[in-house]
């Protein structure tokens, strides 16, 4: 009783929203702009839950870390606020009632459709959790557990904080972890130069990166932006071969790999001017690695290399491109929209700027959740709307390399999913030297599997 008097008197401190907080709210309300983006986790767990632990785990989560008590606000200014709250919110844990599923794909399917309506949460004007966690008892001893937590609160290195803290959280052993470091928008890099004033950006926009895949209006055209997926394993050779053609061109696994999307890009869209962004993490401080919160940046890659040149061509230009992009890697990406979108005037698209995304990850952060005392497995949640054109996502890790295509139904179909992934093998292939000249080439399937949906 007393902790429900204290949280209805507690107060809310205001701030201004860091720049790149900001990005990401004003990206919402951007014309025909998915309202909310919300990072989304579904843990099957196995064993006796303990419920009351595991609430007061989150909870004590939610208090150790600022961002996760923040939700934002835009003044008449049209400046963004964050609105930090003394406690967690009253929507932060949820207990649905039980299902009575056991078999994995059913309750697969009840999840997905159950998170739509956690996300439909997420625009709701009175929110407060920026964390909200959902508890669904299938039969005995087995459980879902969703947490859906909003993007602007967390990134990849922050969800593995997240993780490690609530495993030690849930085990009663709470007094022994460090005291955590705020998020300090203040601490963020939050002025820019004019695109003009930086060294390569005017050059980067002129003309406009072309629309070389087509582009659906997401306002006009319901379903438009429905999800296509196409998954491949490559394998843990895969992995081997890449390190091993890094060392002889004398770069990183990522430029090739940005190399090998490009090309492939190139290929299946017959331009020779592509462009991708990729997130890039933002840190320069060292307490900010060790911070919970979002400290990426979207960061624009452009290849006009011709086709002419051929993959070397391509390779060449992206060792430089990276480069580049990492010594602009804080430099707003919403600012290279917005002059996107004021020459593109009213031609209605998702996004002005660009179609691709490339995600990459050199382990997959979901595998590292655990519990103490029970069996947690990660659940692979359907995505409710693809975010742009095209997002490929490519994990590395020791034991695997997996690929993934994400689509929208109005740009891409699984055919066209499937021939882009054949230039993107072939590119690899070529990359890795794992056909050499005159040679046999290996089965589709030896480097890439199928599963396209």
Excluded at 238 to 264: K, Y
Excluded at 266 to 285: A, G, H, N
């Amino acid at each position: 009783m007393a902790d429900d008097v204290a949280r209805a008197a507690s107060r809310a401190h205001v701030y201004p929203a860091s720049s790149t907080q900001s990005r990401l709210i004003m990206m919402r309300y951007a014309r025909g702009a998915v309202p909310a983006q919300v990072v989304g986790v579904h843990l099957l767990v196995r064993g006796p839950l303990d419920l009351d632990r595991l609430r007061e785990a989150l909870v004590a989560l939610v208090r150790r870390h600022t961002i996760l008590r923040t939700n934002y606000a835009l003044a008449e200014s049209g400046e963004v606020l964050a609105i930090l709250h003394q406690y967690e919110g009253p929507d932060l844990f949820e207990l649905c009632g039980e299902t009575g599923l056991s078999d994995v794909r059913d309750i697969g399917d009840h999840v997905n459709t159950l998170l739509g309506r956690i996300v439909d949460r997420f625009t709701s004007p009175d929110r407060h959790s920026i964390l909200q966690a959902v508890v669904i008892p299938h039969v005995a001893d087995l459980h879902s557990l969703v947490l859906a937590i909003d993007h602007i609160a967390v990134d990849e290195r922050s969800k593995a904080v997240l993780q490690s803290e609530l495993a030690v959280l849930y085990a009663g052993e709470g007094d022994t972890l460090a005291e955590p470091h705020p998020y300090d928008a203040a601490g963020v890099r939050n002025t820019f130069p004019e695109i003009d004033e930086v060294a390569g950006l005017r050059d980067l926009l002129t003309p406009l990166p072309p629309r070389f895949l087509p582009s659906p209006d997401p306002r006009g055209e319901p379903g438009s932006f429905r999800p296509v997926m196409a998954t491949r394993t490559l394998g843990a050779a895969v992995r081997e071969r890449m390190e091993a053609s890094s060392r002889r061109h004398r770069c990183t696994r990522f430029v090739l790999h940005v190399a090998a999307v490009m090309w492939a890009l190139k290929q299946f869209s017959e331009s020779d001017d592509i462009s991708l962004v990729i997130p890039m993490d933002t840190r320069r401080r060292p307490q900010d690695f060790d911070t919970v919160g979002f400290f990426q940046n979207l960061v624009l890659l452009r290849s006009r290399s011709p086709r002419a040149a051929g993959l070397g061509g391509t390779l060449e230009e992206c060792r430089s491109l990276v480069r580049d992009a990492f010594g602009r890697r804080d430099y707003p990406i919403a600012t290279l929209m917005a002059a996107a979108r004021a020459e593109r005037g009213s031609v209605p698209c998702r996004n002005p700027l660009y179609q691709v995304a490339l995600l990459y990850a050199t382990e997959n952060v979901d595998l590292g959740w655990t519990l103490d005392g029970v069996e947690v497995t990660p659940v692979e949640l359907d995505f409710p709307e693809a975010p742009v054109e095209l997002s490929v996502y490519l994990t590395e890790s020791p034991s695997d390399t997996e690929a993934m295509l994400v689509g929208a139904a109005g740009a891409l179909d699984a055919g066209d999913l499937d021939r882009l992934l054949g230039s993107w093998r072939e590119a690899m292939r070529e990359l890795t030297g794992a056909h050499p000249a005159g040679a046999a080439s290996e089965p589709a399937d030896q480097l890439f599997g199928s599963s396209t949906r």
